[in-house]
């Protein structure tokens, strides 16, 4: 298996624009993990999907960031508009549903808001 | 609620010696799962190593090995004959076993130990 693959892996764009995030998580694995990670605020979970459904969106900052998990090998995060305080890497990690063997993380996508 | 601390922002071992990470938790949970988790500047998260907690035995992975004390809920790493490879952040976790609902559980992460590693 390749993993969670990520993509973009940068992300450079103007405040007010669009930006979506995508992930694919491992197959066969049915909980979908979106984290957001700076130097001030560490580790923050924003959202997860158990079975394509959204189970705990409590951290999603505010309305600007949307998330989507159409089918169980794809999901996107999504921030519209974009404000330089947005600026982080985001991580997708995905789960079997046996709590035991964690997450798998993919690569992250670095994102710049100028 | 869960929660995890890693009192130590920062730590520096010298290569070819041992260094210890510290993390406790607070649970009420009787059935959990910890965890380490190695991020290097590469930024990928990689599993280190992972405890049930219903074993009283120790989990080790190579150079790597934890001290689990359910009772005083601590969960140190040990990173024996560390290499310059093994600079990293670390971040401990712990996810709660009984999924009530249907849904996974989330990982709590700590908010990490910063290793450098001197040659």
């Known amino acids: 298996d390749a993993g969670v693959i990520q993509s973009p892996r940068h992300e450079v764009t103007e405040m007010g624009q669009e930006v979506t995030l995508r992930c694919k998580p491992i197959?066969?694995?049915?909980?979908l993990f979106w984290y957001r990670q700076t130097m001030m605020r560490g580790l923050e979970l924003l959202i997860y999907f158990n079975n394509n459904v959204p189970i705990d969106d409590s951290g999603m900052p505010e309305d600007r960031f949307s998330a989507k998990m159409p089918n169980a090998s794809f999901s996107t995060l999504k921030i519209q508009p974009s404000e330089p305080r947005d600026s982080a890497v985001y991580f997708c990690a995905s789960s079997p549903r046996a709590g035991f063997y964690g997450y798998t993380f993919g690569s992250g996508t670095r994102l710049t808001v100028v | 609620a869960q929660t995890v601390t890693q009192s130590q922002p920062e730590m520096s071992v010298q290569e070819a010696e041992t260094v210890t990470l510290s993390c406790t938790y607070d649970?009420?949970?009787?059935?959990?799962?910890l965890f380490w988790y190695k991020q290097p500047p590469s930024r990928q998260m990689i599993l280190v190593i992972r405890?049930?907690?219903?074993?009283?035995q120790n989990a080790t992975e190579n150079r790597f090995s934890v001290n689990f004390q359910k009772a005083a809920k601590s969960f140190s790493l040990k990173i024996s004959d560390s290499q310059l490879g093994d600079a990293a952040m670390y971040f401990c976790a712990y996810r709660r076993a009984t999924i009530y609902g249907g849904a996974t559980n989330k990982l709590i992460f700590g908010t990490g130990t910063l290793l450098a590693v001197q040659p």
């Open positions: 197959s066969g694995h049915n909980s």
């Open positions: 649970t009420s949970e009787s059935d959990y799962y």
């Open positions: 405890q049930e907690a219903y074993k009283q």
